[in-house]
């Protein structure tokens, strides 16, 4: 946590340490392969509540169209890799499509500490992360199909049309259930929260016995489990209570995967791991940054999408432990997808965290993915923006939509700014000129009708945001005046200091007026309230 890492990587190297070639510590380990699988059928489970059919319509062209591109792509290039490593063709495939899937809990988690999930490039990468899991659970329910196929008794096609079959009725009886039994059901038990999650706990576990024993895998029975739920009222509610019991429970899947690491056979895969690693890092990134320059985007849209998905998914760990146990690979695959797994989440993690400088010292590079035509980004503006401006605005939520509502009543022609594109189309429906973009963006205060400007306010508070639009104003030779937000005086005085003319401490200033109204307002001889402090405004 110190080293601002994923606690994952700590979960594994606990593994590796107390595993039978480390420490030996744990030598016979079937109570923490238990609970692993109990964490792996309530993370599909969780899964699968996020996917409610209405939401997957709504993901759009671009989350499907570049989401299934780049898992061909990336799919396509890691297995030539591989094999060009000298992996057999099976363990190549394997660890071609383990490369290919980003970590949704990792990319969503860091993304909202930075406040970017509602920015047009986190909105993108949510939804190619989306059609991933999708993708990743078509695949394993394919691999668990073709396995038990290979592993039945005379014909494999035979075979093959039997678990097809099951899965066919199996899928019929859960329509049902979902359309007719569950939402019922689900309302009757919601009136106790307890019963409510145990529940969810339940159906997801059953479910995984039951696709078990059909021949699936406990992993997809269990992401079943959550589809059936997705659609109704409590599905919010089931997965908000499961999130820490299921981060609990796969502690001992990352443990157990450490356990079941051979530190020789690490050692042998060694060069093969430097190498895919590089590959995650570096070429993924950038087949996501050629997708979106075809598609329209700028470079540096592209660019911090891209940058997010440098990592691989930990369902290519459960895909590799999967693989193990069909008998498809052995534990040396298993070892390297758990190797790159490690240096690519440690990495990204601070890739992520230091995209926007680093947009900066590459951005000189980019333009060869950048199309020479008008960008995807305009297509926002819906309503063309002025072509001259009193105060430009960054930042349209509570507060700063109230200051531009106030401004544009006093009769001040306001143009507002925001990264999330859903607040820009919202502000258009209000009669309001306002434009994509993002205060961060070193281009984008070239775009901005600064010569007529008088002021340009920002109301987000980080330091570092209103520090880069300073900069970005001073570069395009802004000569207004500025008002910038911050949550401490400290922050305050380095803002002032690099020439901010005003800065707001929204906090400190409405608990400075709520004392004000409170001691302005004092009893007369009659019983009467005089307001003072509307005499002193």
Known sequence: MRLRQPLILAFVAVGVAVSPSALGWIGVHEQVELFA?????????????????????????????????????????????????????????????????????????LLSDKREIDSLHGRIAVGILIVQDIAIVLVMIGMTAAGAAAGAEGSAWGALVT????GAILLSVLVLLARYVLPRLLHQLARSSELLVLAGIAWAVALAALGDY???????????????????????????????????????????????????????????????????????????????????????????KAISLAQISEFSFILGTLGVTIGYIGRDTL??????????????????????????????????????????????????????????????GRFGGNLARHLRDRGMRVLGVDFDPQAVR????????????????????????????????????????????????????????TALTAHS???AEVLRRKGATVVFLPFADAAEQAADEIVGEAPDSRGALIDESRNRV
């Open 426 to 481: 919202a502000w258009h429906q209000y009669g309001f000129a306002a434009r994509y973009g993002d205060a961060e963006d070193p281009e984008f205060a070239a775009s901005l009708p600064l010569a007529q400007a008088r002021w340009v306010i920002s109301t987000a508070p980080q330091r570092d945001v209103n520090l880069s639009l300073l900069h970005g104003l001073q570069t395009y030779g802004y000569r207004g005046r």
């Open 335 to 396: 070892g390297l997808i758990t190797l790159v797994g490690l240096v690519t989440i440690a990495l990204s993690s601070y890739l992520i965290l230091y995209s926007h400088r680093l947009y900066e010292w590459v951005a000189p590079r980019l333009d060869v993915v950048e199309r020479k035509i008008a960008h995807r980004e305009q297509a926002i503006d819906e309503k063309s923006a002025p072509l001259v401006a009193d105060v430009i605005i960054f930042g349209l």
């Open 163 to 166: 678990v097809l079959l099951k």
């Open 214 to 304: 059909l021949g699936f895998s406990k992993e997809v029975g269990a992401f079943l489990a959550g589809v059936t739920i997705a659609s109704t009222h409590y599905r919010e509610a089931i997965s908000a209570r499961l999130v820490s019991l299921r981060d609990f429970l796969l502690l001992f899947f990352f443990v157990s995967l450490g356990l079941q690491l051979d530190l020789q056979l690490l050692g042998a895969k060694l060069l093969a791991a430097v190498v895919l690693s590089v590959f995650v890092l570096a070429g993924k990134p950038l087949i996501v940054m050629i997708l979106m320059g075809m598609l329209g985007y700028r470079k540096r849209t592209g660019f911090l």
């Open 37 to 109: 699988k109990l964490g792996i059928s309530l993370l599909l489970f969780v899964v699968g509540l996020r996917l409610d059919l209405l939401l997957i319509r709504s993901l759009g062209t671009v989350a499907v169209t570049a989401g299934l591109a780049q898992i061909v792509l990336s799919a396509g290039t890691g297995f030539l890799l591989a094999l060009a490593l000298g992996l057999e063709t099976t363990a190549a495939l394997y660890v071609a499509v383990a490369l290919t899937f980003s970590s949704t809990i990792i990319v969503v988690k």
């Open 489 to 491: 005086e400290n922050d």
